[in-house]
């Protein structure tokens, strides 16, 4: 473990010198990259310190103990000796967990689209309930979230809404709720009071820069459209709303949310990016066999990941078999002790996986 210390220390000595370098300073995106990883290597490097600590009291404490002389001092280094062990498991075990590889992705801001599945107008409400859930998760991470489009439900909620979240490894973290969220309760215009069951898909893409994915502009057929919906004096009067379509997939992006067109262009041309870019990291995973295995954050979109079920005040992720009896508190925004157990889970199965890390 000190010999991997040890070159994560070197490393981090590299980067420390590189990011003083005037050329460095001048290039944004690679400065930004650097000081990402020195973070992320400091983190180790301050643990390792602890852990050599940790290792030169086991050696002091063995050295009085091989003595003798002092039956008072032998006392106590039994019980440094005894705490030192204790402590050097648990900084190993962080450690071990703390090398594991990262996903480059995780640092990256997100575009998270959540869709109206089966249920008709509840399913619609239920998309708004994740999208107020996410937005308050956000807001207590100190995190920015920006609509770039919404389809309004006819009850409520939202047939379809689509905003980016820009922070600190945001997608590191809600890359975990990716997938169809069900929901099982009384509906509001159910008069029987029977329980239905509705369903949400919700799509966390990693945010793309220009030097992720490269966008032919002639593969891309624009349209600009007057708003419709709710909004300010703007809609209807001006051609300020975008449409893209991309030829070659045939997908198409929306946006207008701001007033200005320019705006909504960039939007959409980030979201449309951002799916691509997924596309070609999809491809990846389905070629890499470890990120295939893992049963966390790589999975079938399409599968059921998570239960709210409203008449037990219960929630369910079935990835990992937890269950809370806290509904009210995580729809209202308290999704860390699920992301916590999700990341857990993750880690371990790299781990496994890593077999240079152990």
Not at 60 to 73: Q, R
Not at 75 to 87: H, I, V
Not at 302 to 325: C, E, F, M
Request: include cysteine; charged fraction near 30%; aromatic fraction near 6%.
């Amino acid at each position: 473990m000190l010999e991997k210390i040890q070159i994560i220390k070197q490393r981090f000595d590299e980067v420390n010198d590189l990011i003083i370098q005037p050329d460095i300073i001048s290039d944004q995106q690679r400065y930004t990259k650097l000081m990402k990883e020195y973070k992320d290597l400091k983190l180790i490097v301050d643990k390792g310190v602890i852990y050599k600590e940790a290792i030169d009291n086991v050696t002091e404490a063995e050295e009085i103990i091989a003595d003798g002389s002092d039956d008072e001092m032998v006392d106590m280094a039994k019980m440094q000796l005894e705490e030192a062990k204790e402590t050097i498991g648990k900084l190993e075990e962080e450690i071990r967990f703390m090398l594991i590889p990262k996903d480059p992705d995780d640092a990256k801001n997100v575009v998270v689209e959540v869709r109206a599945g089966t249920g008709g107008d509840e399913a619609s409400i239920f998309a708004g309930d994740l999208y107020r859930m996410y937005s308050k998760y956000c807001s207590d991470k100190g995190w920015r979230v920006d609509v770039v489009s919404q389809s309004d439900g006819t009850s409520g909620g939202f047939k379809e809404i689509i905003f980016e979240v820009s922070g600190e490894d945001v997608y590191g973290t809600l890359k975990f709720e990716a997938g169809v969220h069900r929901v099982q309760r009384v509906p509001q215009t159910e008069t029987q009071g029977r329980v239905h069951t509705s369903a949400a898909t919700v799509m966390v893409l990693p945010e793309a820069e220009e030097f992720d994915y490269e966008l032919d502009m002639t593969e891309i057929r624009i349209e600009r459209t007057t708003s419709t919906g709710p909004g300010g004096q703007s809609v209807n009067t001006t051609y300020s709303a975008i449409k893209l379509h991309h030829e070659p997939t045939g997908m198409i992006v929306s946006c207008q949310d701001q007033k200005s067109s320019h705006k909504n262009l960039e939007k959409a041309l980030k979201v449309l990016r951002s799916r691509l870019y997924d596309l070609e990291l999809a491809k990846q995973q389905a070629a890499d066999s470890e990120k295939r295995k893992s049963m966390v954050s790589s999975g079938d979109r399409s599968a059921k990941i998570r239960t709210y079920n409203y008449p037990q005040g219960r929630v369910t992720d079935h990835r990992i078999g937890l269950t809370l009896y806290d509904l009210t508190n995580i729809i209202n925004g308290d999704i860390q002790k699920i992301i916590d157990e999700l990341m857990l889970a993750e880690n371990t199965e790299l781990l496994k996986a890593s077999d240079d890390v152990i």
